[in-house]
């Protein structure tokens, strides 16, 4: 295998999801209802696009607790009445994770669960601790003992130590330990409760089932369960929902000037869903009209790269008058294949995944449309699918701004020496892939696109450091030259 290549690559042929950032995780929660773990389920099965190595969920039945954490998919996990069984209550919380801090193991899977003072307590958590190393080692070294490598469990170390007496005054004592961006949902023998990070880097909102408050990743969750979208949880906010389904709003913490995740709108929400008042999928349209007015091209045919690619594809059509077609037609029932995976298996594996459709390809000058460029391999390999489909030109249109720079708040994004942007000029990265020409999105141009002037250099309005090199937070777990180099990244920007 190559170096950037995975496992399932190498089985399956061409994995267009191999050069974007990875997921990051989808936390949901449920208070007051009697099918708590089955609409959990199907909160988490909404929430799939987030992480896809594991899933669990934890509930109360007003005596114990009761939990299924497993590895894998929430369909193949939480689909078979039997499981649902195993998890009684009417309060229910549940994670579906791809791992950013920490391996894919089950003591890693969340939620996380420990008996504290006062009883049990269970959370999952979206997001990473940029401190989370830091405090590990101190904890360790005070005697603290881990179960799991995620850096949700210091947490509930945070909040097993804390002299506070209130469980909630506890909870908000280990929140303001701690540095990064997260969005927490945990439960106790009586209370819900949803939190968010200051910046609101990771999202997070609030619904109702029923009367039955709700607390999830994305609106999407909502919708699969015909929930009423309520509000978003704001940044810096706390809301607990008691024993009596009432809802507290706390706001202990210094108010700051939000900074949502732009990634959240290039690429991790789903197109359905609301993140910050927008609509997801009419910005990714907004995208594509303002590329195409920044990088006008002459050309027959937009083909977006599926299936992030598509609604930047459907704005770039419209706005450039170029016409839209599906030139890469995707099998989404592609598992891993039985064959042994010899390099003639794996070039014919490329076409069981991904392949070009040749009758809106053959003699055309082609736009590509996709949302970013991590590595590059995999666009190397899509354009030179297009070039055997019988593309005369291939020409590539990025919907974000080049990515120069690692996320340390969630995203599972390469070191910076694996970004292509990071390391090579735009006609070196050109010539890499093998097109015609190579453009991306403006930063300005992606904060139009949703709603704003442009960026505000001095104060931005969103998480933007992938892009930019400047982190919202302090990032404690880099220190001696690691905190060296992404200070010399950040002033090279």
């Known amino acids: 295998m190559s170096h950037g290549e995975t496992v399932e690559t190498a089985l399956t042929g061409l994995d267009l999801d191999d050069d974007?950032?990875?997921?990051?995780?989808?936390?949901?929660?449920?208070?007051?209802?009697?099918?708590?773990?089955?609409?959990?389920?199907?909160?988490?099965?909404?929430?799939q696009h987030r992480g896809q190595e594991a899933a669990g969920i934890v509930t109360f039945d007003g005596t114990r607790f009761h939990s299924e954490r497993r590895l894998g998919l929430v369909g193949d996990n939480f689909s078979k009445r039997s499981v649902i069984d195993r998890l009684p209550g009417s309060v229910a919380i549940g994670h579906t994770r791809y791992s950013t801090t920490g391996e894919t193991i089950l003591r890693n899977v969340q939620p996380l669960f420990a008996e504290l003072t006062g009883g049990g307590f269970a959370v999952c958590h979206n997001g990473n601790l940029t401190n989370g190393l830091t405090l590990r080692r101190q904890l360790i070294a005070e005697g603290a003992i881990y179960q799991a490598t995620s850096d949700t469990e210091v947490l509930l170390h945070l909040v097993a130590r804390s002299k506070r007496n209130r469980f909630i005054d506890r909870f908000i004592d280990a929140l303001g330990q701690v540095q990064g961006a997260y969005a927490f949902v945990g439960m106790t023998n009586k209370k819900l409760i949803g939190a968010r990070d200051p910046l609101g880097i990771r999202p997070l909102v609030l619904g109702r089932l029923d009367g039955h408050p709700i607390f999830a990743s994305e609106t999407c969750a909502l919708d699969i369960i015909n929930a009423k979208f309520e509000?978003?949880?704001?940044?810096?906010?706390?809301?607990?929902?008691?024993?009596?389904?009432?809802?507290e709003s706390l706001r202990p913490f210094p108010a700051r000037k939000?900074?949502?995740?732009?990634?959240e709108y290039v690429y991790f929400a789903r197109p359905d869903s609301i993140a910050g008042g927008r609509n997801v999928y009419e910005v990714r349209k907004n995208i594509g009209r303002i590329l195409a007015e920044e990088t006008p091209i002459s050309a027959d045919v937009v083909v977006p790269v599926p299936?992030?690619?598509?609604?930047?594809s459907i704005g770039f059509s419209q706005a450039s008058g170029i016409p839209y077609e599906l030139g890469i037609i995707r099998n989404?029932?592609?598992?891993?294949?039985?064959?042994?995976?010899?390099?003639?298996?794996?070039?014919?594996?490329?076409?069981?995944?991904?392949?070009?459709?040749?009758?809106?390809?053959d003699g055309k000058r082609i736009v590509l449309v996709d949302d970013s460029i991590v590595r590059g391999t995999t666009s190397r390999k899509i354009v030179k699918m297009m070039r055997e489909a019988g593309a005369t030109e291939v020409h590539f249109r990025i919907a974000s701004p080049p990515i120069k720079f690692p996320d340390y708040y969630g995203i599972d994004m390469p070191d910076q020496e694996k970004l292509l942007a990071a390391n090579m000029a735009l006609d070196e990265?050109?010539?890499?892939?093998?097109?015609?020409?190579?453009?991306?999105?403006?930063?300005?141009?992606?904060?139009?696109?949703?709603?704003?002037?442009?960026?505000?250099?001095?104060?931005p309005q969103f998480t933007d450091h992938y892009f930019t090199g400047e982190y919202p937070t302090p990032v404690a777990d880099l220190v001696g030259e690691g905190a060296k180099q992404l200070s010399l990244l950040a002033e090279a920007s």
């Open 332 to 361: 989404h029932y592609v598992g891993r294949t039985f064959i042994e995976p010899t390099q003639s298996i794996r070039e014919l594996g490329v076409r069981m995944k991904h392949s070009a459709n040749r009758a809106v390809v």
């Open 258 to 263: 939000p900074r949502p995740c732009l990634f």
């Open 429 to 459: 990265m050109r010539d890499y892939l093998g097109v015609e020409s190579l453009a991306f999105l403006s930063i300005d141009g992606l904060y139009r696109a949703l709603g704003e002037p442009g960026r505000n250099a001095a104060l």
């Open 20 to 47: 974007h950032p990875r997921e990051e995780c989808g936390v949901f929660g449920i208070f007051g209802h009697p099918d708590a773990a089955a609409i959990t389920a199907l909160g988490l099965h909404a929430l």
């Open 307 to 312: 299936d992030s690619g598509v609604p930047a």
């Open 231 to 247: 509000r978003e949880v704001e940044p810096g906010e706390i809301i607990v929902v008691d024993q009596d389904g009432k809802l």
